[in-house]
């Protein structure tokens, strides 16, 4: 144990966080999601009886978002619904991301289809204890430095 540190923070996925690059994408999915299909060959890390929002919260305590997109973050959007619909969940998470955000920012919806090409470019896949349907979200790593924002 380390202090500081939160233990959902196992030593292999500390690793594969230090280890992503500037504007790889990190996959936090649900119980339900499939993702050693989605993302074959990637690093998977299982977090049983964890929720979303405690992996959100401890992932984002050390990771920094990208600075130069437009959607550091998006959600996989929720199957039958208008765009604008957000989850009791996903308004949550976007709640816990918000202050991460720059001015310019802003939490992406992305079909469900789409999400799952997109996790098959991830660099690694967490699959948390959240039972909740559709509690998928994307987290693009940006840098640590000088500050270059406008």
Excluded: C, W
């Excluded at 050693?36 to 978002?65: D, E, H, N, W, Y």
């Excluded at 992406?108 to 998928?136: D, M």
């Amino acid at each position: 144990m380390l202090k500081g540190i939160d233990p959902l923070l196992t030593p292999e996925l500390l690793k594969i966080l230090m280890e992503m690059g500037h504007d790889e994408a990190l996959v936090l999915a649900d119980a339900n999601f499939s993702a050693t299909s989605f993302a074959p060959g990637k690093p998977i890390i299982r977090l049983p009886g964890s929720s979303m929002l405690q992996v959100v919260r401890a992932v984002t305590a050390l990771f920094p978002l990208a600075a130069d997109v437009d959607h550091p973050v998006g959600f996989m959007g929720v199957s039958g619904q208008p765009t604008e619909y957000r989850s009791a969940l996903q308004r949550e998470v976007i709640e816990v991301i918000n202050p991460e955000l720059l001015p310019h920012q802003s939490v992406e919806h992305i079909e469900r289809y789409a999400f799952y090409e997109r996790t098959r470019t991830a660099h690694a896949v967490v699959l948390t204890g959240e039972l909740q349907p559709f509690g998928n979200f994307i987290l693009r790593k940006g840098v640590l430095g000088e500050d270059l924002r406008p």
